[in-house]
């Protein structure tokens, strides 16, 4: 009889176990249109580029995060790799958002647009990759 409740008790145990695994997992998993999407975009300037207008770029790209309230995080930094493997690409810039519809509306937002005609003149090249967040 000791045996048979023994046997009962661990079969519990191991019952909620897996259900608090179960809704563990399905927590974990994003609501569909819930997605986070990261954008990054990296910008190779041309020769002509002078240091006062990369930095008119730099603080104009920075300035989008208080102008697009679609953006929820803004990072940037300057190519360090020793790989040598950047292609001439010196600016790399990650963005967050927090969902594809939030980053669609950062897309054609008028200070974006109005960011790319500054940036136009200064670019040699630029180089976009979005991604929904795995964890």
Not at 4 to 25: C, D, K, P, Q, R
Not at 32 to 47: L, S, W, Y
Not at 104 to 121: C, I, N, S, T
Request: without cysteine; charged residues 30%.
């Amino acid at each position: 009889m000791k045996l048979f409740w023994l046997a009962f008790v661990a079969m519990g145990i191991v019952s909620m176990s897996l259900g608090a695994a179960a809704a563990t997992a399905k927590k974990s998993k994003p609501d569909k249109g819930k997605t986070e999407i990261r954008h990054v975009v990296a910008f190779k300037f041309k020769d002509t580029a002078k240091p006062e207008d990369i930095k008119r770029v730099e603080d104009a790209f920075a300035g989008l995060k208080n102008k697009i309230p679609q953006i929820q995080r803004y990072e940037w930094g300057l190519n360090n790799s020793p790989e040598g493997l950047n292609k001439g690409f010196t600016h790399g810039f990650v963005l967050a958002f927090a969902s594809e519809k939030e980053r669609d509306e950062y897309l054609v937002h008028p200070d974006h647009k109005a960011f790319g005609a500054l940036l136009r003149p200064f670019l040699a090249d630029v180089f976009v990759i979005d991604f929904v967040v795995r964890r």
